[in-house]
């Protein structure tokens, strides 16, 4: 099909769930691909909580954790992939849950993929400040001594880049989606030359790497990890369950292809595609990158007792010349901030296709589409300000990833559960073109368990804030449901006749618009 009969069948979808289409679909599958991509960012998450995993059960451990979590993340991605060709709205997760469910089922997926995407950008960006910005290149590489840097500079670094993604996703979204394919390149790229001259600058000659540190586990728990676990524990199972934060953080935020599926070209065949190739292309990346930090490592007992630092210990480790490690340095800045850019682009519409249903309080302004700028500009600047109160809430990294991680694998797996049970009924009779065939209900079981099972790996201590917050959303959601009456307001996506009414204003809204 050429290229205006294909935005003409978006279109015609979009349509029949009784949505117009406000936001521009100047994305490609690959650019689909690359926002995923960009946000689970293997030189993000990949290397800042990549202590949680060996720290936890030495370098066969994190191997392990790699390995297995990738798969159990790839069951997540196919699972939702199949519902999002079905099914390629703007918030996906949120309109899967609320048709496929019921609207509390939508409503309650909603608000933890919400907090879940408010937590990814603020995490990634404190990430950027802490951890790249001034302890890596500043500190490690420059020689900075950043042993004065406080939470004001924290506060001001970060704010600042929150209000320069939030200007570029307001006022020049085609430059952002350029940048999130940029990175793309630039996360693969710079994967590769980092691999590579982790194994050329070692001091450890590639003849005598020991292969067998990939499966050789070692208990790190307690004071021999640095305290990574604060407690030693005897349990292998329980060590390698706490370990899984690492995949748990890293890969995932892979649902902004459906989040932007109404801005993306073939969005049926495009936004499951750009999920699970995503996800899959991370894993195997990923997998390699771990294996070379371990291989490269002089000492492994060294690198367990140096705690949150293990990665850096092997950095510091490394022979690279000076001007190879800054460039490095400064790359895993750049895919950072760029990693939270797309974040935000995620998070804004999220907050646009659940205020379009009246789900938000403002619902009106949230759910407003600049005329000129094809973005939902209110959602944007209320995501990236949400962001920053998050992040003086819970200024440590680590507490705004586990929640990320948790509250988005929690809405994830919800939309999963509601098509496991409405699938071959008038809810799901038709399938998309991404079919899993006889394998969807099998994958479906699979995706729930495990999709579970890496959320509950970021419950235990020093993460149990985030348990308690997680129980408490449990418990205050129902009482905003039923007691303050949300159920009566709140109805939920387009069905039945309000898909016709919709349906006869769609022209008019449509005619605001200039492709």
Sequence with gaps: ???????EHDKQILHKMGYAQELSRRMSGFSNFAISFAIICILAGGISAFPAAFNSLGPGGAFFIWLIGGALAMSVAVGM?????????????????????????GWAT????????????????????????????LGTVMGVDVSTFGYWHQFFFVAVVL??????????????????????????????????????FSPVPFSEMDITRLWTFKNFTGDAGGAVVPFRTENVAFAFLLGLSYVCYTITGFDASAHTAEETQDAQVNVPKGMWTAVFWSWVF????????ILTMPSIDEAGAAGWGSFFYMWGASRMPYGLSLFLAIGLVVVN????????????????????????????????VSTTYRTPTYSIWVSATLALLSMVYAPAYLVLAVACAVFLYISMVM?????????????????????LGVFSKINAVIAIIFGITLAISGFFP????????????????????????ENKRFEGVPEGEKIKANQAKIAEIESRYKD
């Design 110 to 137: 909603a608000w933890f993929n919400l907090v879940g995407l408010i937590a990814v950008v603020s995490s990634v960006d404190v990430l950027l400040y802490t951890v790249f910005f001034k302890d890596l290149l």
């Design 1 to 7: 099909m050429s290229k205006n009969s294909v935005q």
């Design 81 to 105: 992939g199949q519902i999002a060709s079905s099914f390629p709205t703007a918030g996906g997760l949120y309109h899967w849950s609320s048709h496929l469910g019921g609207k509390a089922w």
């Design 286 to 293: 990923g997998l390699v990158a771990v294996a070379s930090y």
């Design 462 to 485: 020093p993460n149990e804030k985030v348990f308690y917050f997680t129980i408490g959303m449990i418990v205050v959601l129902p009482i905003i449901w039923f007691v303050f009456g």
């Design 415 to 435: 939309p999963i559960a509601a098509g496991l049970l409405a699938e071959g009924t008038s809810k799901w009779a038709e399938k998309g073109p991404f079919n």
């Design 163 to 200: 209000i320069t993604q939030a200007m570029l996703n307001h006022y020049g979204i085609e430059l952002t989606t350029k940048l999130t394919d940029l990175s793309g390149y630039l996360i693969l790229g710079l994967s590769v030359i980092l691999i590579v001259s982790l194994f050329a």
């Design 337 to 368: 901030y760029l990693c939270a850019l797309a974040g935000l682009t995620s998070t804004s519409r999220m907050m646009y296709a659940f205020a379009r249903d009246g789900g938000l309080p403002a619902s009106k302004t949230l759910a407003h």
